[in-house]
């Protein structure tokens, strides 16, 4: 890896993969290939007759046992991604070509999956268009079906795996009533055909062998949910799943089966998945059963791909963590999108779709995978010392059977694909060998950097605009092809109508989802993020926070409030705030926008301070009311009230409580101006929502008349569009998409601004990035650096050095950064002035300028070093600066805290060092050293 490039990835934050799906969706993951039973028990059955129940027990035991393998294994490795595979690489560490080898080829596996799919979707489409006289277009069909899934995980939502459940829920409830409706019918329907065979035909080994690596396919993968472990809010939840998939192979993959073997009898079926399942599931499903099992095939099909597209790029993703792959395959975007890892899986999957030849990626796909778990059962074996592996011994045994099914299936297969199975891990190796020496930027992190970085940082301008454009067109052609086909359902003489709505409705949700996550969907995970934050901000205020109506009725209040009060927060809600503050009028609208008040707690007097803000909406008013504690600001003042001479050191003393009192009122008035900036777009943008969507479906309507009567407009469409008033309607939809897009944008700005600099919730002493605290103080004075009509643009010069994270107490360092930046300002502005001559006025400072160092000791100490080069501080200025109470500046314009609560934050909290050299006229600079970690030193 090259020297850029390295720094890159280590300044980019988004190594770990976000803990963002819920259980619910991985346990959808860990179920789904039981649906791909749908297409490989007509096959099995066909071959073998009756005898296939044997190569079924064993497989499915064999199966079992992995999950549990599996599930062992992943209790140790919450934190690692792509499961099976890379738990092979763990076993295989000291044999790392072994382990990148066998997690290819899993990879490989789940990647031909995808074409193979889009190959049976196209194939059932075109035996359905076939009666309606239309042309299935086969190639863009098969190249559509591919993309889909991969369109949808390229947005950076979670909308794949919610997609994935919806449908899987009701794909796998129909499956498992399949099995067991078809088992009741089985033993007590008089129509029966008997529970047990009464003839049994032989099976020879080498069958036995050959279809065992056939069904070993199915029966292995149940393990798919370890495979988002890593990105998993509940990890041990997750990989239960793997307990309840095992058990439940036993009805579908045995019983299923033995459903399909007695009640499919016609042998002119023959491997025909749609009419295996419709013969057997009419006895007990009756007319309904061509529908359900239309919806059970497609259903299989969209959900194995969904899956294949979810886990593969996880896998690449950690083989690079672990430096089995490229490192710019280790990059995810701040929401979660593998980019560079699935173009990679979708470079692949073109590949097998070009090739194009079923029965050859069926036995490619099997031969990676059935090798990847001999390399399992191995690896199980030889560290059968270790703990988390389970049953050795067994899975030994398991791999001696498994190397005689693999010679034996190579001899009944063929030996070519076999050979190509075997060799294809290695064209994964050479494609990776070129994205590590080819100098193209595409391959390098810092390109997807970059990348991620612009996405999040510099939306597409009026992006709202263009997707509305995109959604108005595709919901016409969508009208436009329903049309069509409901003319030809209408005219054609077909009797597979519901096959076909079943298959148009599935493949219509998929699209419609992938229209969405380039539209409307990223939109509604920012207000997400951002309703997120707001809310975190609301609950962590150390200040008491209410929200309050025109009626001055508590709606709202957070966890702080129990402390002013000593009632719990819920209890407050539906009461007056006078009933606590009685000093207050009825009404808020005649409250102060800032007042004090005294509260009895505990028998002692509190002072408050009371701030008050309005929150204007469209359908009523809202009060937001901040409520600090200022008793112990009281209580110093009237100390120095009473004896100011007597007390000096003792107000001294309490000037650090009282700035960082001041602190936290400004923090607290800054959540509630982030909860009133907030609230607002957020109530725009959803109270415009239904209106927008009424306003598409109007033009919809109107489109269709228009169709319907062109080109002469009929009376019933100029009607129509009075009645919408359409002109109103289409200059009014701009606008309120435009809102929208005003308030996401406020929103993101002001949780960006406050995400680094208010570390309400780092009070205690952590590992933070320095540097990250120096630019989120800059953003802050970002309108102080511009350029004023007296001065020029204040330059900031930045000569960061690579530190590692540094122990410190992070809020407390920012405000040191605060105070030394906001002088250096001050400073400047105060040196920047006109220097008259008698011929023309120049500038003192041409170009202000600020110098920020950072910089390691090889005595582990962290040297900040922030310098200007205005015009300097007095030598008998400087040995003052660090004086509480000392200031240069003018009465009203400081108290002279800053330098003094900074001294102390520095020296006393992290024991280390704040220093101010400077010469008159050459500019000043403050150094600050703290050391590495804080628990290797003392406070001085």
């Known amino acids: 890896m090259s020297q850029p490039d390295s720094v890159a990835l280590h300044q980019f934050p988004y190594r770990r993969l976000p803990r963002s799906m819920s259980a619910s969706e991985t346990w959808a993951f860990g179920i789904v290939n039981h649906l ?135 794909a796998f409830t129909l499956l498992l009533a399949f099995c067991v409706q078809g088992l009741g ?72 089966s033995w459903v399909t073997i007695r009640l499919v009898t016609d042998a002119s079926v023959s491997d025909n998945a749609f009419l295996n399942f419709v013969v057997a599931s009419t006895p007990f499903w009756g007319k309904f059963a061509p529908v359900i099992t239309t919806f059970l095939l497609v259903s299989s099909c969209l959900l194995g791909s969904t899956t294949s597209v979810s886990n593969s790029p996880r896998i690449v993703y950690q083989l690079a963590v672990d430096k089995h792959l490229s490192p710019v395959f280790s990059l995810v975007s701040p ?209 008491g926070i209410l929200v309050v109506d025109g009626q001055g009725v508590i709606r709202q209040a957070n966890p702080a409030t129990e402390s002013f009060f000593s009632v719990n927060p819920s209890d407050l809600l539906g009461y007056h705030l006078t009933q606590w503050l009685p000093e207050l009028a009825n009404y808020p609208a005649q409250w102060l926008k800032r007042s004090e008040h005294t509260l009895l707690y505990n028998t002692k007097i509190r002072n408050l301070e009371v701030s008050v803000s309005d929150r204007q909406h469209q359908d009523f008013q809202e009060y937001v009311v901040i409520i600090h504690d200022i008793t112990q600001r009281k209580q110093a003042e009237e100390i120095l009230r009473q004896s100011e001479a007597q007390l000096r050191q003792e107000a001294q003393q309490l000037a650090t409580q009282l700035v960082q009192s001041e602190k936290m009122s400004s923090l607290g008035q800054l959540v509630a101006g982030v909860a009133h900036e907030i609230n607002n777009p957020v109530s725009f943008i959803y109270c415009n929502l239904t209106p927008a969507n009424q306003y598409i479906q109007d033009l919809i309507r109107l489109l269709q008349l228009y169709q319907q009567h062109y080109p002469h407009p009929a009376a019933e469409i100029t009607a129509t569009s009075e009645d919408i008033d359409l002109n109103f309607l289409m200059a009014d939809l701009p606008n309120l998409l435009t809102s929208m897009k005003v308030g996401a944008q406020r929103i993101k700005d002001i949780v960006l601004s406050l995400r680094n600099f208010s570390r309400l919730d780092e009070a205690e002493k952590k590992a933070v990035n320095i540097h990250e605290g120096i630019d989120s103080t800059l953003m802050i004075l970002a309108n102080r650096l511009k350029a004023a009509p007296n001065r020029p643009e204040i330059e900031v010069i930045k000569a960061y050095t690579d530190l590692p994270l540094v122990e410190c107490y992070a809020g407390q360092l920012n405000q040191v950064f605060m105070n030394i930046l906001a002088n250096a300002i001050d400073a400047l502005e105060e040196s920047v002035i006109e220097k008259k001559t008698a011929d023309h006025q120049q500038l003192v400072i041409a170009q202000p300028q600020i110098h ?71 500019g000043t600079e403050f150094a600050i050293a703290i050391p590495l970690n804080q628990q290797k030193c003392q406070p001085k």
């Open 36 to 170: 791909g039973w749908t297409s490989m028990v007509p096959t099995v059955h066909a071959a073998l007759g009756t005898q296939a129940i044997f190569v079924w027990v064993p497989a499915v035991v064999v199966g079992m046992l992995v999950n549990y393998q599996v599930k062992h294994l992943g209790k140790n490795l919450v934190y690692v991604a792509g499961g099976t595979p890379n738990y092979i690489t763990r076993l295989w560490q000291n044999h790392p070509v072994i382990a990148r080898y066998a997690a290819i080829g899993y990879l490989l596996s789940w990647l031909s999956f995808v074409p193979l799919n889009a190959v049976v979707l196209t194939e059932i489409i075109q035996v359905n268009l076939e009666g309606l006289g239309i042309t299935c277009p086969e190639l863009i069909l098969k190249i559509s079906f591919t993309l889909l899934p991969f369109i949808v995980g390229f947005s950076g939502t979670r909308a794949l795996s919610i997609l994935h459940l919806f449908f899987v829920l009701p």
């Open 185 to 256: 019918f089985l033993a007590f329907s008089p129509d029966s055909p008997g529970l047990f065979s009464s003839s049994w035909t032989s099976l020879s080994f080498i069958d036995w062998a050959k279809w065992f690596f056939f069904i070993s396919y199915l029966a292995y993968s149940s393990e798919t949910a370890s495979s988002f472990v890593a990105d998993s809010r509940h990890p041990h939840k997750t990989l239960k799943v793997l307990d309840v998939a095992a058990w439940l192979m036993l009805p579908i993959f045995v019983g299923g």
């Open 335 to 543: 929401r979660g999108v593998f980019g560079s890892q699935l173009t990679l899986c979708l470079l692949f999957c073109l590949m097998f779709l070009i090739w194009g030849d079923v029965s050859h990626l069926v036995v490619l796909g099997n031969v990676a995978w059935f090798v990847s778990f001999m390399i399992l059962h191995l690896g199980l074996w030889l560290q059968r010392a270790k703990p988390g592996v389970f049953l050795p011994r067994l899975s030994g045994g398991i791999f001696m059977l498994e190397v005689v099914v693999l010679f034996v299936s190579a001899y009944a297969w063929g030996w070519q694909d076999f050979l190509i199975g075997l060799l294809a891990p290695l064209s994964v190796i050479v494609i990776d060998a070129l994205v590590r020496y080819l100098p193209l930027a595409v391959f390098r992190s810092s390109w997807w950097i970059r990348l991620y970085q612009s996405q999040r940082q510099k939306p597409v301008k009026d992006s709202l605009a263009l997707q509305v454009s995109i959604l108005i067109f595709l919901l016409c052609g969508a009208v436009l092809v329903g049309c069509l086909f409901g003319w030809r359902l209408n005219t054609a003489p077909v009797t597979n109508r519901g096959n076909l709505v079943v298959v148009l409705l599935m493949i219509v949700a998929f699209v419609g989802v992938a229209i969405a996550c380039w539209t409307s969907l990223p939109q509604v995970v920012a207000l997400e993020e951002a309703r997120a934050a707001a809310e975190h901000l609301f609950t962590i205020a150390q200040d």
């Open 852 to 922: 920020i160092y950072t910089e390691l000791t090889e005595s582990q100490e962290v040297i900040i070093r922030i310098a200007d080069n205005g015009s300097g501080v007095p030598n008998s200025i400087q040995e003052h600066l660090f004086e509480p109470f000392f200031t240069t500046k003018e009465v009203g314009q400081g108290t002279g805290l800053g330098l003094s609560i900074s001294y102390q934050i520095i020296t006393k909290k992290h024991g280390g060092k704040l220093k101010c050299i400077s010469v008159p006229g050459k």
